[in-house]
């Protein structure tokens, strides 16, 4: 028995800290009979799952129930496009303005955005004009800035689609519109690691090279400030990125974040991060920089 509650506490808390998938309130439940079930079978054939094996179940079961509610969830948008009257049509990617990233004086072109914007769906072109991520935001201006800093060798060109009425079936539905039209999947939406560099801050410590961990540990050994050193650390990788933005012309603003740096992280310094969520009924990232 006190097993079988403590699966049911992890469902229950994997279960809250997953409202934004929207599951189905029944989840954690049918989880839990699920497990029951599992045990009992175990215990009348003698045996006893260790709580690490009904872990893994659990888990197992999560994630097989959120694959199934996401296939629900796009087939039920899918048939919400097809039949509903959506106020703002969607329009075709390449019939949006292409604007190139950086005007004549080096800061970031203007978004056209105006108070009447809620949220925008964006896509991001290279040099080559390819497109490598599509994006949704509330403050697509702020997303700009932080796409350039994170990724000033990709950040040439972009498109955006302003929405005024945003909802979540209208923003999912016009980023997989536009993939569709792509006929290929951007590199920075593969749901990986490419993705999470234009995401999120870049960590700098899978990067480290040997002479880099010499110099950390040399601040263990000699109990020097590692916070210290991993900011030394950082600051290679900030300069790699400050020279890629100077041989491009850029006269834009970007400060990153000293605070991140001796954590090994680097990005942009915000005052407050755009939410780049896709919401239900109106378009949410966590301070990265």
């Keep these: ?13 994997y279960h809250a800290s997953t409202s934004a998938f929207f599951l189905q309130p029944t989840l954690s439940t049918k989880l839990v009979s699920i497990t029951s079930v599992r045990q009992t079978a175990a215990l009348e054939a003698g045996t006893s799952a260790s709580l690490d094996d009904q872990a893994d179940f659990v888990k197992a079961e ?11 969830l796009k087939a039920r948008i899918s048939a919400s496009v097809a039949n509903a009257d959506v106020a703002d049509s969607i329009p075709p990617l390449d019939s949006l303005p292409y604007v190139p990233y950086l005007d004549e004086t080096g800061k970031i072109n203007d978004c056209g955005a105006d108070a009447k914007v809620k949220a925008s769906v964006y896509a ?16 697509v201006a702020q997303s700009l800035r932080l796409h350039l800093a994170r990724m000033p060798e990709q950040t ?4 955006v689609y302003h929405i005024s009425k945003p909802t979540r079936v209208l923003l ?12 290929y999947q951007p590199q920075g939406n593969d749901n990986g690691p490419n993705q ?9 410590k899978p990067l480290m090279n040997e002479a880099d961990h010499a110099a950390l540990e ?13 900011k030394k650390v950082t600051r290679r990788f900030e300069e790699a990125k400050i020279s890629v933005l100077n041989a491009r012309g850029v006269t834009e603003s970007l400060r990153f974040d000293p605070k991140l740096k ?4 680097l990005d942009l310094y915000l005052e407050k991060q755009p939410d780049s969520a896709v919401p239900d009924s109106k378009p949410s990232s966590k301070k990265t920089s």
Excluded: H
């Design 262 to 265: 001796g954590k090994g992280l």
């Design 1 to 13: 028995m006190p097993r079988i509650l403590s699966v049911a506490f992890v469902c229950c808390c």
């Design 218 to 230: 040399t601040a263990r050994i000699k109990q020097r400030s590692e916070e210290n050193a991993m």
């Design 124 to 139: 991001l072109y290279d040099e080559s004009e390819t497109v490598r991520y599509i994006g949704v935001s509330r403050s």
């Design 62 to 72: 999560l994630a097989r129930k959120k694959q199934e509610y996401d296939a629900s």
């Design 172 to 183: 999912e539905i016009t980023r997989d519109t536009w993939v569709d039209q792509l006929g």
């Design 196 to 204: 999470q560099l234009w995401e999120s801050a870049l960590d700098v």
């Design 156 to 159: 040439y060109g972009f498109r």
